[in-house]
């Protein structure tokens, strides 16, 4: 299975952004899918999750109130709306899926998406 990351790109500071998480097979709707995201020299960071099944959500406390994760069912994809950017969201982000007990663990997850770069500017 490869998951494809896509929707990156540069904006200003309180613009947004909308990045697409798609699956080469139809697994998210037995999976948990999350979006993580990683600057140089620092460790991937959990940004949101949403299991598929429920629509249970998870965000991170940085983000929470700005950024939404969606299903798209006719699409079968998982959508990261990102709203109110701040340079400190400059970042690569990656989509992942798995059979995760913890949604903030990426060792936990068991696909990966190429990644796709956010650039926020101030």
């Known amino acids: 299975v490869q998951l494809q990351a896509s929707g990156g790109g540069l904006v200003q500071a309180g613009g947004s952004l909308r990045l697409s998480c798609a699956a080469s097979?139809?697994?998210?709707?037995?999976?948990?899918v999350g979006w993580f995201r990683q600057v140089p020299g620092k460790e991937r960071e959990f940004v949101a999750a949403?299991?598929?099944?429920?629509?249970?959500?998870y965000y991170a406390d940085s983000v929470k109130g700005r950024f939404a994760i969606l299903r798209d069912h006719v699409r079968n994809m998982v959508n990261l709306q990102m709203n109110s950017l701040k340079p400190e969201d400059t970042a690569v982000y990656y989509c992942a899926a798995g059979l995760v007990a913890s949604v903030v663990d990426s060792t936990d997850y068991d696909y990966w998406g190429q990644g796709t770069l956010v650039t926020v500017s101030s």
């Open positions: 097979r139809p697994i998210f709707s037995r999976y948990r």
């Open positions: 949403i299991t598929w099944s429920g629509g249970d959500t």
